[in-house]
């Protein structure tokens, strides 16, 4: 069972054989400046993408679409409609006075296109900018049923009518203009009628909902009803704005409408009010609707970016890597020319920037270029086969039958036991007490490892460990007396 467990290990550590000494990886300075500029680029881009970011200069991803809904109630805002008369000159008269009232606008409120109540909004609360009577259209309550599903409630929507006074709809502390007064009014002036509607934005910094007024202007006539359909565009936003998970947010509102207007005479408005009709406003929702989908830019996109950028500037590294490889190689090749070769570690490469050697020096003597390159060129191809595993391995079998060649097989299995005696410092017993213990046998602790039953021998000492070792700045072995 442990050793399943083992065999399913997906940590396990790789032997990696070193270069030379504790090199394992081949390293330049040219890999190090680059790779110190790949860290500064990303770091600083990093950066400069995080301030962005957290000053909310990063767009988010929208996503609009257009969608058809058969059925919705809409709760208009207060104040989304304000009617106003715009004069230009104080001493005109404002047909929209309370007191000697000339033109009254009146809200009519239809369901299934058929006028179920009439209310006057004429007060006098509010001053335009034009210094005339701010008529605003009170809270509305708009039902779209576009397929007359007759399981849902039914369609309703709002009119506003702009008549001559009506007497029946005034208010307390209202009067109307003298019939004489009214039709002179009609007869000698133009009057310019303006419709200020209140409509919302969504502010994608600010991630708040902010008011947009849109004006529209209309003249009177006084032989001719003007009729105008505003269609509100309903807006369902929908906001994503969390760090990290998703967080979505809802929002709706109107963000646009459309006007529709056609010119009729005064008989074919005489249906809905029993009076002169110059301008019939229709408030209605425009059965498509927007759907639009703000995400706002998380902290893993943000990474990703930066990584992006990071991996650009990584894929340039493929010529840093050719450059370590083969630096590497010429690097290793160069030390095993120098173990055949010792007189070789005295000569000195001129490399030009790109790594390349142009030419060979040595300390006292002058070079034969030509003849240099031709051998080195003849070397180099041999030294490339030593590192070869197979070649590595066929040498050493060379040497196991020189060896045996020379030896008996006895001999071979007493060097296969051979070993060097552990230092004596390292048992708290003395030698002699464990030789005491050993008196029935004919060999003593210089012949035999207690634990092992190898056979050791004293000949072999600690110096024996490293005699062979490779050591490329070594370049006499030092034998010692004795």
Not at 77 to 98: C, G, N, S
Not at 304 to 316: D, M, P, R
Request: with cysteine; charged share 25%; glycine share 2%.
């Amino acid at each position: 069972m442990i050793h399943s467990l083992s065999k399913i290990d997906n940590f396990g550590a790789e032997f990696k054989q070193r270069i030379i000494h504790s090199e394992q990886e081949h390293k330049s300075i040219i890999g190090g400046l680059f790779t110190l500029l790949v860290y500064s680029i990303c770091t600083a881009y990093f950066i400069f993408v995080l301030q962005q970011w957290a000053s909310g200069q990063i767009l988010p991803k929208i996503l609009i679409e257009s969608t058809v809904s058969a059925f919705e109630k809409f709760e208009m805002p207060d104040k989304l409609i304000e009617l106003t008369f715009v004069r230009y000159d104080d001493q005109i008269v404002d047909p929209f006075a309370t007191q000697g009232n000339i033109l009254m606008p009146i809200a009519v409120l239809l369901e299934n296109n058929k006028p179920i109540s009439y209310q006057s909004v004429l007060t006098n609360s509010e001053i335009s900018n034009y210094g005339t009577n701010l008529i605003e259209m009170e809270k509305m309550q708009i039902v779209k049923n576009s397929r007359n599903d007759k399981s849902q409630e039914n369609c309703r929507y709002y009119n506003l009518l702009i008549t001559t006074c009506q007497k029946q709809y005034l208010k307390e502390n209202q009067t109307c203009a003298s019939n004489e007064d009214i039709q002179n009014y009609l007869r000698n002036s133009l009057t310019p009628i303006e419709i200020e509607v209140k409509l919302q934005q969504f502010d994608t910094k600010n991630k708040e909902i902010y008011e947009v007024e849109k004006q529209l202007q209309f003249i009177l006539e006084e032989n001719l009803t003007l009729k105008v359909d505003i269609l509100f565009q309903n807006t369902n936003t929908i906001i994503d704005d969390h760090l990290i998970f998703s967080n979505s947010k809802l929002f709706s509102y109107f963000s646009d409408f459309s006007v529709l207007t056609q010119t009729n005479t005064k008989i074919q408005n005489a249906q809905i009010i029993q009076d002169q009709v110059l301008i019939q406003i229709a408030f209605k929702v425009d059965p498509i609707e927007v759907k639009q989908s703000i995400t706002y830019v998380k902290f893993g996109e943000m990474l990703a970016e930066v990584g992006s950028i990071a991996s650009l500037l990584l894929a340039a590294s493929w010529f840093i890597q050719q450059f370590n490889k083969e630096e590497m190689e010429n690097k290793i090749i160069d030390e095993i020319i120098s173990i055949y070769y010792p007189q070789f570690r005295n000569l000195k490469k001129i490399k030009n920037c790109m790594g390349r050697t142009i030419k060979i020096k040595h300390e006292k003597d002058e070079i034969n270029q030509k003849e240099f390159q031709k051998w080195y060129k003849k070397v180099r191809k041999n030294a490339i086969l030593k590192l070869s595993v197979v070649n590595q391995l066929h040498e050493i079998s060379r040497l196991y039958f020189i060896i045996r060649s020379q030896t008996t097989y006895q001999q071979m299995l007493k060097y296969q036991n051979c070993g060097i005696q552990l230092p004596h410092r390292l048992f708290k017993k003395h030698s002699y007490d464990i030789n005491n213990e050993l008196q029935s046998k004919d060999i003593q602790i210089e012949d035999y490892d207690l634990e092992s039953s190898y056979m050791i021998t004293s000949v072999l000492c600690e110096d024996d460990l490293n005699l062979l070792n490779y050591n490329h700045n070594q370049k006499r072995i030092n034998i010692p007396a004795g």
